[in-house]
């Protein structure tokens, strides 16, 4: 949330007031303006401004990855299970190919859990925008590209909210989002 001018924001362009959580259609916009515009957009233009941002840009964007998975996956409660399985979900739609098992488990573990909880990334790993591909082992460290772990995190995001998956949707995001937005 954001507050300006004294007013509550749910995304940079939508007022908390104007939230429509029955709305499955509005909502799902609402949502992804949310997404977009609180994490994505910032974490592209860090992206854009150079390497040295890419721990920022990184944050945000598992962050947000990590907000997707609680909201796609049909048992919310194990944080590293939603985000592998979630991980292991689209990065091959957008890598064109599935990724390694254990490389879901090396971003969850070192990346996110080290991001999140310690402000840093674990066992040496590191970002790396040249990096030729999403995930890759260099000189035994892991490498992540952020820009295609944004990607990633986009597609997750667009399988969430579609219009194929409307049900899921209903199903499994709109409860935990009621839930998380009580008394707000």
């Known amino acids: 949330m954001s507050i300006r001018d004294g007013k509550l924001y749910f995304a940079p362009d939508v007022l908390w007031s104007e939230v429509e959580l029955s709305d ?16 994505f957009r910032p974490a592209q233009y860090l992206l854009e401004k150079g390497e040295s941002d890419d721990f920022a840009a990184g944050l945000l964007i598992l962050s947000a990855f990590d907000a997707i998975a ?16 979630t991980f ?22 070192n990346y996110r859990n080290g991001l999140v909880h310690e402000a ?8 790396d925008l040249n990096a030729a591909t999403c995930v890759e082992e260099m000189n035994g460290i892991c ?37 998380d937005f009580e008394g707000e």
Do not use: M
């Open 70 to 85: 609680r909201l796609w996956v049909d048992d919310p409660s194990s944080v590293a299970g939603r985000f592998k399985s």
């Open 143 to 179: 490498v992540v590209n952020p820009r295609c772990l944004l990607s990633i995190a986009e597609a997750a995001l667009k399988g969430l909210v579609s219009e194929t998956n409307v049900a899921r949707f209903r199903a499994n995001a709109v409860p935990l989002l009621q839930e």
């Open 24 to 39: 499955d259609e509005k909502f799902r916009g609402q949502l992804c303006s949310r997404f977009h515009g609180f994490y």
């Open 88 to 109: 292991n979900d689209f990065a091959p739609d957008v890598l064109g190919e599935k990724i390694a098992p254990q490389w879901a488990a090396t971003v969850y573990e």
């Open 120 to 127: 840093r990334i674990k066992s040496a790993a590191r970002f």
